[in-house]
């Protein structure tokens, strides 16, 4: 499947067990304010275990603006324009490791 394909299907529009409708989409460079956000609602004891200065602007503002699906596919949950949670699929250089036996 090529990544044209695989960004052909968003947004996607969800209902999970007993929750109201969510859409999952990529991160778009205007995501910037609500991608923040959502970052600084965390708990601070939460955010010690990030890699990143998530409530850096300078940060969110990189991740929004670099889109190199190729590599990094950022995808975010939201609802009413809100985001509720994040994730990113890494595409590995090498592909899936397959075992023969």
């Known amino acids: 499947m090529h990544l044209e394909d695989i960004l052909e299907q968003y947004p ?5 067990k ?4 969510v859409t999952m989409r990529p991160l778009k460079s205007s995501d910037e304010k609500q991608f923040h956000q959502f970052f600084c609602e965390v708990p601070e004891t939460e955010r010690l275990l ?6 850096d602007p300078s940060v969110i503002q990189e991740w929004c603006r670099r889109n190199s699906y190729g590599k990094i596919l950022p995808l975010l949950v939201l609802t009413d ?6 994730a990113s699929l890494h595409q590995s250089r090498g592909g899936a490791i397959r075992s023969r036996g």
């Open 12 to 16: 996607k529009t969800v209902t999970p």
């Open 18 to 21: 007993g929750d109201s409708k």
């Open 50 to 55: 990030f890699k990143h200065r998530v409530t």
């Open 81 to 86: 324009d809100k985001v509720i949670a994040d």
